[in-house]
């Protein structure tokens, strides 16, 4: 039996990380759901600037769309929506199965909007209908700014993966906001059910203060922050405000765990994997991670849904090296934008080059 399996039993979702024109024309992505029980994809601006820069797949599409007057920008999200709607397509069968659960693909807006929340909201919903599917996400961002954006996107009926996530308090903010929304809907006599997950990202966490630690603390604030956001997640699910939302017919957004790929070489390739398992939840890999977790995963256990005297006192362990968690926490926010920017900043650039070295005509 495939690791994935066992993953996909214990009720969490197997979601790639991972998109390129490749993996879509070559049967890859539909053998992975086939085999993998991988039921959803995420992108950002750093996996489509290397998809782009690494292939010769989107140059024809780069050089048409460049002769018709097409900015780079343009260019970008046209490209994205070609790849991220054949992507939907394949996945809508999980979408209907599971009552619009799961079954998502994932599109980022530009990330120089981190701080507008006006035209953050506007951007969501303008690329969301482009891609005309029911099972895309627009992600934004869980900044100052992007909060309001998600509230409002949300109320608008735009499914929203919420990015950037590193703390249980980042968490309980964010989902804070789509709640917001979702009750102004259910004033409104709307739908109440508008599809959302909250994305917390966990490997940053150890990359951050690598080498600054006692051996035994080595890789282990990853994990410890991840296990106390579950349990703030399952706290509020739980509380009488959901439970009011669940009886008008709401659902509760979904946590996310990202940035589980292994980056210290002497670690298990799987090992946030491992530690993450959890029902009602979502896992987005690399995919040499996915792979690693199908050949050699296992699932030994699910975290904890309540509180964990241990985890605290792990997390107290880091405080006493004087280890600012929220202000840590904030700084890796900070450095995602930044980032994501970068990255966007250079995906732009490298879509120049690729119509400079293939004009039209």
């Not at 950037?164 to 102004?184: H, K, M, W």
Request: with cysteine.
């Amino acid at each position: 039996m495939y690791g994935t399996t066992q993953l996909s039993r214990v009720g969490q979702s197997i979601w790639l990380d991972n998109v390129t024109r490749d993996l879509l024309t070559s049967g890859t992505l539909e053998r992975y759901i086939a085999e993998l029980c991988v039921t959803g994809l995420t992108s950002n601006p750093s996996i489509y600037d290397k998809a782009i820069g690494g292939s010769a797949a989107y140059d024809k599409a780069i050089e048409r769309l460049r002769a018709t007057g097409s900015g780079n920008q343009g260019i970008f999200f046209k490209l994205a929506l070609d790849d991220l709607g054949r992507a939907a397509d394949l996945f809508l069968p999980i979408h209907r199965r599971t009552g619009g659960v799961d079954g998502f693909v994932s599109l980022e807006v530009s990330p120089l909007l981190a701080h507008d929340a006006a035209a953050t909201i506007g951007e969501a919903r303008r690329l969301h209908a482009l891609c005309g599917r029911p099972n895309l996400f627009i992600k934004i961002p869980g900044t100052p700014a992007g909060l309001e954006a998600i509230e409002e996107t949300v109320f608008a009926g735009v499914p929203v993966n919420v990015t950037l996530l590193f703390s249980a308090g980042q968490y309980l903010v964010a989902a804070d906001a789509y709640t917001r929304a979702i009750e102004r809907r259910v004033e409104a006599g709307l739908d109440p059910y508008v599809a959302s997950v909250a994305s917390v990202f966990v490997s940053r966490w150890d990359g951050g203060l690598a080498g600054d630690l006692p051996a035994d603390l080595h890789l282990q604030l990853g994990l410890a922050t991840a296990r106390r956001t579950y349990a703030a997640y399952r706290e509020f699910l739980d509380s009488d405000r959901w439970q009011r939302l669940l009886n008008e017919g709401a659902r509760p957004q979904r946590l996310l765990w990202a940035s589980t790929g292994t980056k210290d070489p002497n670690a298990s390739d799987v090992y946030y994997i491992e530690a993450l398992a959890a029902p009602f939840t979502v896992n987005t890999m690399p995919e040499e991670t996915l792979l690693a977790f199908a050949d050699h995963g296992a699932v030994a256990g699910t975290l904890a849904a309540g509180p964990d005297p241990r985890n605290d006192a792990l997390l107290a362990q880091f405080q006493a090296q004087a280890v600012d968690l929220a202000g840590l926490a904030q700084r890796l926010q900070d450095q995602g934008v930044d980032a994501f920017v970068r990255a966007w900043q250079s995906l732009l650039a490298r879509i120049d080059e690729k119509a400079a070295a293939n004009p039209a005509g």
